[in-house]
């Protein structure tokens, strides 16, 4: 909790872990090594703290055997790339912050989609002959809506399954409401989040472009969905990393283990593509 927050004071952890004072303060002295407190006496992280935290993040269950294990270069090298939570941190600490960058990415996504006069649903790139550009808004933020909608509700069908498998199976109505929208503004974040996710997207227009300029024709669509190998490579690379940031994001703003954050973004892809199935025979 004090690693998601980056700082916390000692009253609004108590309230957020749900525990008494002499719990919080029992426990923080077991965590001496790994938690200290700034000037203001809000609790932050540790050298050590960071470490351990970032573990957790990454992994899940770690024990002291994994702690003591030395990463490679390659190691961390890969670890940075396919899950980088160094990138997705700072853009989703604060609200404020998260919305600039998450408008940002949409903003840019935007512009190179109408320059190709293409439309986004979901994750995937159609060419309608009656494009427009409310029909493009309306469709991105349909798609927005439905990724968020569709991973909050995974990520606490997850939560449900643990607790239940732990004996925890109380559910609160606050509970069901925090499904969506949850405390300090983590629905914010986690919108910005899909958005800034989708930034990826943009490869396959910028792409696109480079070929209509050069006058190559591999991304002349005859159809509403890309057609010719090139353009379908360059979209599943586009989607990869997609995947690579939704996992991060959902890992740190949902507190899951890395592995059940990349199968909530893997299926978010084939959910795209039963859209697309759908759109294509509707068409």
């Not at 439905?146 to 607790?163: E, G, K, P, Q």
């Not at 890309?226 to 989607?239: E, G």
């Amino acid at each position: 909790t004090i690693g998601d927050a980056g700082r916390i004071s000692a009253t609004t952890l108590r309230d957020k872990l749900g525990i008494s004072t002499g719990s919080l303060y029992y426990n923080l002295k077991q965590l001496d090594r790994l938690v200290t407190q700034d000037s203001k006496r809000n609790y932050v992280l540790t050298e050590d703290g960071n470490i351990i935290y970032r573990l957790l993040k990454e992994q899940g269950d770690i024990n002291l055997e994994t702690i003591k294990t030395t990463q490679s270069r390659l190691e961390m090298i890969l670890s940075n790339i396919f899950f980088p939570i160094w990138l997705v941190a700072p853009l989703l600490d604060r609200a404020r912050l998260s919305l600039l960058a998450g408008v940002l990415s949409i903003t840019f996504l935007s512009a190179l989609l109408l320059n190709s006069k293409a439309e986004l649903i979901i994750l995937h790139i159609y060419h309608f002959p009656n494009f427009s550009i409310n029909s493009y808004v309306l469709k991105l933020l349909l798609s927005i809506l439905i990724i968020y909608v569709y991973v909050s509700a995974t990520s606490f069908i997850h939560d449900l399954m643990t607790r239940r498998s732990s004996g925890e199976e109380k559910i609160s109505l606050r509970r069901l409401i925090s499904i969506f929208f949850g405390p300090d503004l983590q629905w914010v974040k986690l919108i910005c989040s899909i958005m800034i996710s989708m930034l990826p997207l943009a490869i396959y227009p910028a792409v696109a472009f480079v070929d209509r300029v050069a006058g190559w024709g591999q991304f002349m669509s005859k159809g509403v969905i890309p057609s010719s190998m090139a353009a379908n490579v360059t979209l599943v690379i586009a989607q990869l990393g997609v995947f690579i940031l939704l996992t991060a994001t959902l890992s740190y703003l949902r507190r899951l283990r890395w592995h059940v954050a990349a199968l909530i973004s893997f299926s978010v892809i084939y959910l795209s593509i039963v859209v697309q199935y759908i759109v294509v025979l509707g068409s």
